[in-house]
């Protein structure tokens, strides 16, 4: 149907799409003036449709980034050992960089985003951080790897968030609920993507060796630089889409936003601009943030005062022992989660390379394998001395599989928590995921086949994966409104300086044997398991 199509001729469109069309005119007539309405009128007479569609399309790309941020350098590990001349301690260090990154700049980039505009901070975060994953490829030593895994979190926590709130402003009311749990699954599929492109690329025999070995580009180099292709393809894919409308609308650009909202109707109802009902925006539900902003505008001084002002109830009773047994729970859990994830593939490439010591033994254990493969403190003198001029190692690729296993079972479960909240309590979900943790964690100690560790990690990961969600969604619920934000901010980088501080303390304890970095997980899980208790019922605080 044209949209220039004369009035006189039969309405093309078909019954339940008329229907949804007059669904969005009968909450026109309950507003007032029927040409005025606020945000919330706005986008749900807009609707939800293609437009919605193509953005959440268009986001994939771009919303891998903080995955496959978080774990490409432990792919590369194993391989980059003898280019880099890695310790146990660097490999730690590599790991831990971006949360250090990640931590430094969690509060600075939601103040950036409430000044300068959602799709300006996606967009410039992003393109940094990907021309950032590109240069990495090109390190030669580990102090600029680490230096570029140090800016790639710097750079990407604040798109990551920026981009969720983005993505929910395009929504209206009931949909945008959906949104966190949706954008969060393909969050989680990007460690997917990260461990199969690792499959792909880093086993290829690939090399470019420019000035006499001064410069060597290789298959886990070539690697680190893609990484960052798919985030500047997602900024490409997002330059398409304009600022959100919501933001527009605190900065007093209603005319900007009604063309957005305008163009949003079009594309969900096929019909003209000019049957867009709306005719201007006026949102006194809004002017709180506006305010808000020009005292952001007033100085950063002013800004902080308020930033501050909004903090300090959550330090005060009775929110006080809420917030630390969340930030407690969060911290040791993604330090359970992630320090194991991101280890997996340097262990399992152990476990492979095990046969080719060609040590006497029968049906050895998790633990044995390790304290026979890795060299302790008394003899890490003469191994440094012997991979300094050691040949680049042989990676396996089942140990590439058994990552891309491990990371689906991870979103299997993020999915299924969103599923079983439904009937289980925040509370009870997280003391099954937590006890049924911590026995895989234990039992993977004597462990004897290749096959039930790899379960037992899969379900380690996926089992802690979950509770991030639930513990997340059970804050939502015991927090007013006013401090929901800040709660979760706070637990996030706490939940990071965890991920940092497991990475860290992860390959020192590894080098006195296998079971004392094994029990000092289980520890931590087993404190969230008995905090677990603490955790208030979720039914007296739902609305």
């Given at each position: 149907m044209s949209y220039n199509e004369p009035n006189n001729k039969p309405n093309k469109i078909d019954v339940p799409k008329k229907k949804e069309i007059q669904q969005r005119e009968s909450i026109i007539e309950d507003v007032p003036n029927a040409k005025i309405a606020d945000f919330e009128t706005a986008i749900t007479v807009a609707g939800t449709g293609k437009y919605q569609y193509l953005l959440i399309l268009a986001i994939i790309p771009a919303s891998w980034a903080s995955s496959i941020d978080t774990a490409n350098i432990s792919m590369i590990l194993a391989s980059a050992e003898c280019d880099l001349e890695l310790t146990l301690f660097h490999k730690g260090l590599l790991n831990a960089m971006i949360y250090v990154g990640m931590v430094l700049s969690g509060f600075i980039w939601g103040f950036l985003a409430d000044v300068k505009g959602r799709k300006k901070i996606i967009m410039y975060g992003y393109m940094a951080d990907g021309i950032c994953n590109v240069i990495s490829g090109f390190s030669q030593n580990f102090e600029m790897l680490a230096v570029c895994k140090f800016l790639s979190g710097l750079l990407v926590s604040g798109p990551y968030a920026t981009l969720m709130a983005y993505c929910s402003e395009f929504y209206g009311d009931k949909g945008r609920t959906k949104i966190p749990i949706f954008v969060g699954f393909i969050v989680s599929f990007g460690c997917i993507i990260n461990a199969a492109l690792a499959w792909l690329i880093i086993p290829q025999p690939w090399s470019i060796v420019l000035w006499d070995g001064a410069f060597v580009y290789n298959s886990w180099r070539i690697f680190l630089s893609l990484c960052g292709v798919s985030t500047l393809i997602g900024v490409i894919c997002i330059s398409f889409f304009p600022e959100s409308p919501k933001f527009l609308m605190t900065q007093n650009r209603n005319e900007d936003a009604l063309k957005i909202f305008k163009k949003i109707y079009s594309m969900n109802t096929g019909l003209s601009k000019d049957n867009y009902p709306i005719h201007a925006l006026n949102d006194v539900n809004l002017n709180r943030t506006t305010t808000e902003q020009l005292k952001c505008q007033n100085g950063v001084k002013a800004s902080l005062k308020n930033g501050i002002q909004q903090i300090k109830p959550i330090f005060l009773k009775p929110y006080l022992s809420r917030i630390l047994l969340f930030v407690t729970i969060q911290f040791c859990g993604m330090l359970g989660l992630n320090t194991l994830r991101l280890w997996q593939p340097q262990l399992f490439a152990t476990l492979d390379n095990f046969p080719n010591l060609n040590i006497n033994i029968t049906n050895p254990t998790f633990c044995e394998i390790l304290d026979i493969s890795i060299p302790s403190n008394a003899n890490k003198t003469a191994v440094l001395e012997v991979t300094s001029n050691c040949e680049n190692i042989v990676v396996p690729n089942s140990m590439y599989i058994d990552t891309i296993l491990v990371s689906a079972s991870s979103s299997i479960f993020i999915l299924s928590s969103?599923?079983?909240?439904?009937?289980?309590?925040?509370?009870?979900l997280l003391t099954i995921a937590y006890g049924c943790s911590l026995l895989c964690l234990i039992s993977l100690i004597w462990s004897t086949s290749r096959?039930?560790?790899?379960?037992?990690?899969?379900?380690?990961?996926?089992?802690?994966?979950?509770?991030?969600?639930?513990?997340?969604?059970?804050?939502?619920?015991?927090?007013?409104?006013?401090?929901?934000?800040?709660?979760?901010?706070?637990?996030?980088?706490?939940?990071?300086?965890?991920?940092?501080?497991?990475?860290?303390?992860?390959?020192?304890?590894?080098?006195?044997?296998?079971?004392?970095?094994?029990?000092?997980?289980?520890?931590?899980?087993?404190l969230c398991l008995l905090l677990t208790y603490f955790v208030p019922s979720t039914r007296k605080h739902a609305v």
């Amino acid at each position: 149907m044209s949209y220039n199509e004369p009035n006189n001729k039969p309405n093309k469109i078909d019954v339940p799409k008329k229907k949804e069309i007059q669904q969005r005119e009968s909450i026109i007539e309950d507003v007032p003036n029927a040409k005025i309405a606020d945000f919330e009128t706005a986008i749900t007479v807009a609707g939800t449709g293609k437009y919605q569609y193509l953005l959440i399309l268009a986001i994939i790309p771009a919303s891998w980034a903080s995955s496959i941020d978080t774990a490409n350098i432990s792919m590369i590990l194993a391989s980059a050992e003898c280019d880099l001349e890695l310790t146990l301690f660097h490999k730690g260090l590599l790991n831990a960089m971006i949360y250090v990154g990640m931590v430094l700049s969690g509060f600075i980039w939601g103040f950036l985003a409430d000044v300068k505009g959602r799709k300006k901070i996606i967009m410039y975060g992003y393109m940094a951080d990907g021309i950032c994953n590109v240069i990495s490829g090109f390190s030669q030593n580990f102090e600029m790897l680490a230096v570029c895994k140090f800016l790639s979190g710097l750079l990407v926590s604040g798109p990551y968030a920026t981009l969720m709130a983005y993505c929910s402003e395009f929504y209206g009311d009931k949909g945008r609920t959906k949104i966190p749990i949706f954008v969060g699954f393909i969050v989680s599929f990007g460690c997917i993507i990260n461990a199969a492109l690792a499959w792909l690329i880093i086993p290829q025999p690939w090399s470019i060796v420019l000035w006499d070995g001064a410069f060597v580009y290789n298959s886990w180099r070539i690697f680190l630089s893609l990484c960052g292709v798919s985030t500047l393809i997602g900024v490409i894919c997002i330059s398409f889409f304009p600022e959100s409308p919501k933001f527009l609308m605190t900065q007093n650009r209603n005319e900007d936003a009604l063309k957005i909202f305008k163009k949003i109707y079009s594309m969900n109802t096929g019909l003209s601009k000019d049957n867009y009902p709306i005719h201007a925006l006026n949102d006194v539900n809004l002017n709180r943030t506006t305010t808000e902003q020009l005292k952001c505008q007033n100085g950063v001084k002013a800004s902080l005062k308020n930033g501050i002002q909004q903090i300090k109830p959550i330090f005060l009773k009775p929110y006080l022992s809420r917030i630390l047994l969340f930030v407690t729970i969060q911290f040791c859990g993604m330090l359970g989660l992630n320090t194991l994830r991101l280890w997996q593939p340097q262990l399992f490439a152990t476990l492979d390379n095990f046969p080719n010591l060609n040590i006497n033994i029968t049906n050895p254990t998790f633990c044995e394998i390790l304290d026979i493969s890795i060299p302790s403190n008394a003899n890490k003198t003469a191994v440094l001395e012997v991979t300094s001029n050691c040949e680049n190692i042989v990676v396996p690729n089942s140990m590439y599989i058994d990552t891309i296993l491990v990371s689906a079972s991870s979103s299997i479960f993020i999915l299924s928590s969103s599923i079983f909240v439904n009937f289980l309590q925040h509370k009870y979900l997280l003391t099954i995921a937590y006890g049924c943790s911590l026995l895989c964690l234990i039992s993977l100690i004597w462990s004897t086949s290749r096959l039930t560790t790899l379960i037992i990690t899969c379900l380690y990961v996926g089992l802690l994966s979950k509770t991030l969600n639930v513990i997340i969604g059970a804050t939502v619920l015991v927090f007013p409104t006013s401090l929901r934000a800040m709660a979760v901010s706070i637990e996030m980088i706490t939940g990071r300086v965890g991920s940092m501080t497991g990475n860290l303390i992860f390959p020192i304890l590894l080098e006195y044997g296998c079971i004392a970095p094994i029990i000092n997980l289980a520890c931590f899980t087993l404190l969230c398991l008995l905090l677990t208790y603490f955790v208030p019922s979720t039914r007296k605080h739902a609305v």
